[in-house]
């Protein structure tokens, strides 16, 4: 990392909120980002969602914080400038970026649009960038960054609530196409109504599949149906309905990171069914094997989506008029917005408010 201030790294002055150390407590932040190089494009900031990573990466819950941190990787904004190589924006576009600001361009991965499993993929938040300076993410007024990078927002979604597409949009979106749960008929199951699972609900039912929500909250069961077009739910803690289901579902989406069994999940799927597991649990699965020998079943994983895919899940979002159901907040707001976070307080995503809120 470089020896130089956050003030002296790079020509251009910002202004942002960050976290200085593990309580995660945010506050005002001046920083600097790099100069609009040949290939960069500068936007504006106008929203920036809140994901539970950001929760994760300010507390340094996973061990790997870079303080000063400046989170955020639901940015949306408008275009500023553009270098003189950049072909596809020009000012004014609504762009977006989301996880990623960097990768190799050479391994596998990044040769078949899978840079969000390159090696040496760069986060737009709490990373290390090519020149050895830190990332900062969207809890500020601008940033800079290679128009590889960016994702188009159609016209016909809103800049609020398409900003968390970025990340928990792709992240089930993906999921949904890599494992072909993405055809009409299909009978597809959502573990969790939060942030991640109603965004699931909506991209598979746009697919064309029957669509059942399975969560611990009865409570939830009208919301699903009745407001996201679930075609059924089930309560995961009563063992008739769970049993009533058994063997009826070609896929399911595990959107959950809280500690929670998937056996009972593995018994709901049908022979050659898939679970696939887009939360990240803090303690391992007990995972049992004779269930899935039985069935010729699958357990996979899915980790956001490469930068062409992020791209098509976006296009069919503005087709499809998918977006997330948000609440937005002012940017003095936001150490509230994490506490809450933490217990599950929000229907469904937090979405800062940067343009009109952020004051220098």
Not at 47 to 62: Q, V
Request: aromatic share 8%; net charge negative.
């Amino acid at each position: 990392m470089s020896n130089k201030s956050p003030e002296e790294e790079h020509p251009r002055k910002a202004f942002g909120w960050a976290a200085r150390d593990s309580t995660g407590f945010l506050s005002p932040f001046n920083f600097s980002r790099r100069a609009n190089g040949d290939d960069d494009v500068t936007f504006k900031i106008l929203y920036c969602g809140i994901c539970h990573s950001d929760l994760h990466f300010i507390k340094n819950e996973w061990g790997d914080a870079k303080y000063p941190l400046v989170p955020g990787h639901e940015i949306v904004g408008t275009v500023t400038e553009v270098g003189h190589k950049v072909k596809n924006y020009k000012v004014g576009d609504r762009v977006g970026v989301g996880c990623l600001v960097g990768a190799c361009h050479d391994c596998d991965d990044c040769k078949n649009d899978l840079e969000n499993y390159c090696p040496k993929r760069i986060l737009s938040c709490n990373d290390i960038y090519h020149d050895m300076t830190p990332t900062y993410g969207g809890f500020s007024d601008y940033m800079v960054v290679e128009e590889r990078w960016l994702v188009r927002i159609p016209e016909s979604l809103t800049l609020d609530s398409g900003a968390p597409l970025l990340c928990s949009g792709i992240t089930v979106y993906s999921p949904l196409r890599y494992y072909g749960l993405d055809r009409p008929g299909l009978h597809v199951g959502v573990v969790g109504l939060g942030g991640l699972g109603h965004l699931a609900v909506k991209f598979a039912k746009a697919f064309g599949a029957k669509v059942t929500v399975i969560s611990t909250s009865p409570a939830k069961e009208e919301e699903a149906i009745g407001r996201f077009g679930a075609d059924g739910f089930l309560v995961s803690r009563d063992p008739e309905q769970m049993q009533a289901a058994k063997s009826t579902m070609d896929g399911i989406i595990d959107t959950v990171s809280a500690d929670h069994p998937i056996l009972p999940l593995i018994s709901l799927l049908r022979s050659h069914g898939k679970l696939v597991l887009v939360g990240a649990p803090e303690k391992p699965l007990e995972l049992p094997v004779f269930p899935l020998l039985l069935g010729r079943k699958i357990v996979g994983g899915s980790a956001i989506g490469g930068m062409k895919e992020t791209q098509e899940m976006m296009d069919f979002a503005g087709d499809h008029n998918i977006t997330a159901e948000v609440e937005i907040i002012p940017m003095d707001y936001v150490n509230d917005a994490m506490e809450r976070l933490a217990k599950a307080d929000v229907k469904y995503r937090f979405v800062v408010d940067i343009g009109n809120t952020l004051k220098a």
